[in-house]
């Protein structure tokens, strides 16, 4: 799905999503993705049940720059295990899940808000 092309100055948005892949501002990626603030890398995850407290691991890293991580599950939405929900608690993340679009197009309203916003997608 194409989304409004808007930009901000120096901030990553989401395009479009779909085909198994995401189109940023700064180019398409194939597969689920990460997007943080310093960049977007793979997330290893082919649908929700694929997901592991492990697979955030580069979300964890930059935590003092993240207030907010969307949780895009695929194409419908699924709840993370009380295990990851309890390892963004402890580090004062909101985790927020929701279907992969609503995440895209979350992702883009928060960024354009100034929020310190993360997403952790998987590709639809």
Do not use: W
């Amino acid at each position: 799905m194409q989304l409004q092309d808007i930009r901000f100055a120096g901030q990553r948005l989401i395009s479009s999503y779909g085909d198994k892949g995401f189109s940023l501002s700064d180019g398409r990626f194939e597969g689920s993705i990460i997007i943080l603030p310093t960049g977007a890398v793979p997330l290893l995850a082919a649908s929700a049940s694929d997901i592991t407290a492990d697979l955030f691991a580069p979300i964890f890293e930059q935590q003092d720059d993240i207030e907010i991580v969307l949780l895009g599950t695929g194409a419908k939405q699924h709840f993370p295990s009380g295990e990851i929900r309890r390892l963004f608690l402890e580090r004062n993340i909101s985790l927020e899940p929701m279907d992969t679009g609503a995440a895209c197009r979350t992702f883009n309203v928060l960024v354009s808000e100034d929020r310190r916003v993360a997403a952790a997608l998987i590709a639809i």
